[in-house]
């Protein structure tokens, strides 16, 4: 916490107990995501990102409302920091025609265009150049946006992500490859899968910016993200930030973990990216106990709206089915 | 074990029999030889005698029921030997053989079969089935079978021209533009061809409007009620039935043309009268005119083949033997025993064998065998007074010669009148075999055979 | 009117479109001043610049999903593959994306994109250069296949293509491009999922596609000498398919024929012959459908061998009689 000492003006804008709010809004989301799953409530199959809050609410913390992102299969953080509406991500993953996607997306490809989320995605890799074509449109038509691509350490093995990243590189593209390195691709530990330490360091290749943050400390993620945006922004090309964080649920739903030990995920669950922040605002005086303890109870309080909103919303019919195939 | 009692074939062109009536009861003793059931051919009426000896366990078919030929009739058997309830259809060992002679007959066959069921059993549930086997077993395309459909033509009886057979759109409207191609039963056109109704004018009552024999043989009656008013109704069987099919077919089949030409009958009169103490002598029998008649037209056939020729599909048939029908009105109708090959025949041979054919037919007692192999009939009137006739074809022959009485007539002879036994005979012929001329040319040699009979003993 | 190549044709439905429209750019390998490995964009970059005509690395996943990307934000990109083979490597983005975005997201988002690829054999380019892979494409909804197979048809089929608000998949026969037809000099439109028919008879019904269109045709005209009338239909886009035109055709004919030079197993052939087999065109057939398509092997270098592993003009002359029973 020390680093925090001396908080940058990025963050000193920045409404803190909204980023606060935010992380509980998302740890409530996963839990009762999870909860449904188990209850077979929900149908399918998801991805949870419960202690991976900070390296979602970091990242966007640092964009502009018209800066645009693009999401992975563990993507309902990067929706929700993003601005949207969990009544619509609750009401999607049960299928409803109130849902982001009607019910037709389900919880890996939960997308709100307008808010500039260009959507989560079931194919690992598959966001890489969907981020550099919007880029692309931001420099073609001088739109000043930039996008963030969030990606995962297994991602960073896909060919794509080479192809992308070097063509982001030679066109100096306004984008940001956010790397969430939660340690494990599925059951496949990073540091057996890649023969370097940080994924940052494939940067170099590139001839771009690399630079590793402590993916659970949401301050170190806004800055080092905040750094690569600014760059972006003023077409000094793409950048690679690497968030070192951990999910402290399975990879999806049918997961026993025994890839890794019960010690390690303890050891990861005494960084929660929450209760870093919580102490520090409270610490700095920035936040009472009390306060803090309402926002946790708001953000309970609309997750537990959002699945009544999501149970009272209409299925779609039978004549839906062939909606929305074509433009 | 049980054995099969079937329909036999008793004619080349027997497709069914017509039940007359059982010897045997069910649970009667059977010996080998004795006659079971008399049934009714295209040509004859014959009792069937049993090829097994046993228990009668089961007749399938009552009197009057058409049954095509090869069908299991009934079985013999040991008393308490179970049997199918219903009739089996074809008997095992004939499948066996059509199955390598055409692997179509047995499918036609089966089509015969149903059509006599439509007739006893419950009809619009036999229909699905029906249909269902044709539409199986057939190779016709799609346009084919709609067509089939929308012209209610049986499938099974399109000529296919595609490749192994396949029937195409077009094979199927060649057909109807040369058929009456309605939807009826096998039975309903066999009984419609046999009582000369136009099945255009019956109105089915099967489902799609196909015809039964119900309905042909409703439109016979109230087509014949205002004659029948008050007189009797005799059903159309038996050799009657036969001649009507026959003629009808010939005369709808053939383009008849009539020639006649008048005989002068002296020198044959006087043939006669030398040849009758002879003959009588020889064979016990009396030599009329027909056996000279006979005589000289299969003289006159000898030396134009072209008259002694039969239609056969895309084929003439020239007949190498001279094997004459002779017309001889039985009671029940008229029947065509045929003395083979004539041409080798003394006239005493010729009578004998004539008396013996005429008096069988009159007591129809012919065996089919006698009644098969024709080929040109002599149709004799000559003890009425008729002069002249148009007699009709008895197919698959291509000719018949009418025969009229000998009367005197006053005739020019050296530029003077005398009065001279003169006789008319009149030979009609199948125009698509036979022309004109050939044809007068074989009957302007009978007429010199017959005014000059010494000519037959060359 | 004046002649215009195939391959002229298409640059210049590109040329005009691109003047009025910014949105519009295209991207591809080889495409600036070499001018695309056909020659299709030659000149191109002297009028619209690097910018509009962006010459990519070799990297078929990430160009694809730039275009992708692109087409998601606003821009209505053409997208230019070598050969399309090379679909492979772009493949998920084609399919897993471009096809979907839309209905994944519920109706929301679209991508006008163009993906324009020359296929096919006889320029002796062996196996990996010379396929024709368009049945792929056709099987996945969400995206639509063209297939035009004169100059006048490409013009008209390429500018409805970029109109379209969805993904396009824009086959251009190799051996089509040298080809020529009257091209009217202003922009105009063919509507997609509009067959043409190219000659009209009464006998049988061709459908051909691509190059096989040019070979039915000069059967077609062989056969006209033995009195043989043969309707041959291009349906120009595979996606959507002219089904009424080709039904209308068999009902008239009673005979269909399908040629393509795609590989007949699984090729589109089949699709339009189980169309007909279940329209009511069924009851009008009066031969069994054929289908002429590549035999069921990798596209040989010997031109000998090339020309033989395709559908020749003698083979469409002995199938439409055989179909006749002429033989």
Redesign the interface.
């Known amino acids: 916490m020390t680093q925090l000492v001396n908080l940058p003006p990025r963050v000193k804008e920045t409404d803190l107990t909204g980023l606060l709010k935010q992380m509980w809004l998302i740890r409530y989301f996963e839990e009762k995501v999870d909860e449904f799953f188990a209850k077979g409530m929900i149908h399918g199959t998801t991805h949870l990102a419960v202690g991976q809050e900070a390296s979602a609410v970091g990242s966007i913390a640092v964009l502009e409302d018209r800066d645009k992102i693009t999401s992975t299969h563990r993507g309902h953080g990067h929706c929700i920091a993003k601005g949207a509406e969990v009544n619509r991500m609750m009401a999607e993953l049960f299928g409803r025609t109130t849902g982001y996607c009607k019910g037709k997306g389900g919880s890996m490809h939960i997308a709100d265009v307008e808010k500039g989320n260009l959507g989560a995605n079931g194919i690992v890799g598959g966001g890489f150049s969907i981020a550099t074509g919007a880029a692309l449109t931001s420099q073609m038509k001088k739109q000043g946006y930039v996008v963030l691509c969030f990606f995962g350490d297994g991602a960073s093995n896909e060919g794509s992500f080479h192809e992308a990243v070097n063509l982001a590189s030679i066109w100096k593209l306004p984008v940001v490859f956010i790397c969430e390195n939660n340690q494990y691709g599925m059951s496949g530990p990073a540091k057996e899968m890649m023969n370097v330490e940080d994924v940052a360091q494939r940067a170099e290749a590139y001839g771009i910016s690399g630079k590793v943050v402590d993916g659970n400390d949401v301050f170190d993620v806004m800055n080092g993200v905040g750094e690569a945006v600014d760059r972006a922004r003023n077409g000094e090309g793409p950048s690679i930030v690497e968030a070192k964080t951990y999910r402290w649920k399975g990879h999806s739903k049918s997961d026993a973990k025994k890839y890794r030990t019960r010690e390690e995920e303890q050891e990861w669950r005494a960084k929660d990216p929450i209760a870093r922040l919580r102490d520090v605002l409270i610490e700095k005086g920035l936040l009472t106990e009390e306060a803090a303890d309402e926002i946790k109870a708001e953000a309970k309080k609309e997750i537990e709206d959002s699945v009544e909103f999501a149970k009272d919303s209409p299925m779609p019919t039978i004549d839906d089915l062939m909606e929305d195939i074509y433009a | 074990m049980v054995k099969e009692i079937f329909m036999p074939k008793l004619s080349s062109t027997m497709e069914v029999g017509t039940l007359l009536q059982w010897f045997k009861n069910e649970g009667d003793a059977v010996a080998v030889g004795e006659p079971l059931f008399e049934i009714m051919t295209d040509k004859i009426n014959i009792e069937v005698e049993s090829y097994e000896e046993g228990i009668l366990l089961k007749k399938y078919f009552e009197e009057d029921d058409e049954v095509p030929i090869n069908h299991v009739v009934g079985y013999i058997g040991e008393a308490g030997e179970q049997v199918p309830d219903s009739p089996p259809g074809e008997s095992g060992a004939a499948k066996e053989e059509e199955d390598v002679s055409d692997s179509r007959q047995p499918q036609l066959e089966d089509l015969v079969q149903q059509g006599i069921t439509d007739t006893t059993s419950e009809r619009t549930a036999n229909e699905p089935a029906e249909t269902e086997a044709t539409a199986e077993k057939l190779r016709a ?6 067509a089939a459909r929308e012209e209610n033509v049986r499938l099974a009886e399109v000529p296919g ?3 192994k057979g396949r029937i ?3 094979d199927v409207m060649a057909f109807t533009s040369s058929h009456t191609a309605l939807k009826a039963t096998p039975l309903a056109k066999k009984v419609a061809e046999a009582e000369g109704v136009d099945l255009k004018e019956v109105s089915g009552t099967g489902s799609q409007g196909k015809i039964y024999r119900a309905d042909v043989e409703g439109v016979k009656q109230i087509a014949s009620s205002p004659v029948e008013a008050g007189g009797k109704r005799v059903k159309l069987e038996g050799i009657r039935k036969v001649v009507a099919q026959r003629t009808l077919q010939s005369k709808t089949t053939a383009p008849h043309v009539t020639l006649t030409t008048e005989v002068d009958m002296t020198e044959a009169i006087n043939l006669r009268k030398q040849l009758l103490g002879p003959i009588e002598q020889q064979t016990g029998f009396r030599v009329s005119y027909t056996e000279i008649i006979l005589k000289a037209a299969a003289y006159s056939l000898k030396m134009h083949p072209h008259i002694n020729v039969a239609l056969e599909g895309n084929h003439i048939i020239y007949h190498e033997e001279i094997n004459l029908g002779l017309a001889v009105a039985a009671d029940n109708g008229l029947l065509v025993p045929v003395v083979k090959n004539a041409d080798q025949k003394g006239l005493a041979a010729l009578t004998a064998e004539c008396k013996r054919l005429g008096k069988a037919a009159r007591e129809n007692k012919v065996k089919p065998e006698e009644m098969s192999g024709g080929t040109f009939t002599v149709s004799n009137l000559g003890m009425y007074a008729i002069d002249a006739f148009t007699p009709v074809i008895n197919q698959p022959e291509s000719a018949i010669l009418g025969v009229g009485r000998i009367n005197e007539k006053p005739v020019g002879v050296n530029g003077a009148i005398e009065l001279r036994p003169m006789m008319v005979l009149s030979l009609s012929f199948d125009h698509r075999v036979i022309d004109g001329a050939p044809a007068a040319a074989f009957l302007t040699e009978l007429k010199e055979a017959l005014e000059q009979p010494f000519k037959l003993l060359a | 009117m004046r002649e215009l190549t195939y391959l002229e044709a298409v640059k210049e439905a590109m040329s005009q479109e691109m003047r009025q429209n910014e949105d519009v750019f295209i991207l591809g390998e080889d495409i600036g001043v070499y001018g695309g490995a056909f020659g299709v964009t030659r000149g191109m970059i002297e009028e619209f610049g690097p910018e509009r005509i962006r010459n990519t690395p070799i990297s078929e996943a990430a160009i694809s999903g730039t275009a992708v990307g692109a087409a998601l934000t606003g821009m209505r990109p053409i997208l230019e593959l070598q050969f399309s083979d090379f679909i492979t490597i772009a493949m998920d983005n084609m399919v897993n994306q471009a096809a979907k975005i839309r209905y994944m997201y519920g109706g929301k988002g679209k991508v006008p994109m163009v993906l324009r690829t020359p296929s096919g054999s006889g320029t002796g380019a062996a196996a990996q250069h010379s396929q024709s892979l368009e049945a792929w494409m056709a099987h996945v909804p969400g995206l639509k296949v063209v297939q035009p197979s004169t100059a006048y048809d490409a013009k008209g089929l390429l500018k409805a293509a970029i109109d379209d608000d969805n993904p396009v998949i824009f086959y251009e026969h190799k051996l089509c491009y040298k080809t020529k037809s009257d091209v009217p000099e202003e922009q105009y439109s063919i509507p997609l999922g509009k067959a043409d028919v190219k000659r009209q008879g009464t006998d049988v019904t061709i459908v051909a596609t691509a190059i096989m269109v040019h070979k039915s045709l000069e059967a077609a005209a062989e056969l006209e000498k033995e009195g043989i009338h043969v309707e041959v239909i291009d349906p120009r886009t595979l996606v959507p398919l002219d089904t009424e035109t080709i039904i209308q055709s068999v009902k008239k004919t009673s005979r269909l024929i399908v040629v393509h030079e795609a590989v007949k197993r699984g090729g589109f052939g089949g699709e339009i012959a189980s169309t007909i087999a279940e329209s009511e065109a069924f009851d009008y057939l009066d031969a069994p459908i054929k289908r002429l398509g590549g035999k069921a092997v990798p596209i040989p270098y010997n031109p000998e061998l090339e020309k033989a592993a395709i559908p020749t003009v003698d083979d469409i002359v002995a199938a439409v009689k055989e179909t006749l029973n002429r033989l």
Do not use: F, I
């Open positions: 395309t799609p346009a084919a079978r709609r021209s595609g490749p195409h759109q077009g």
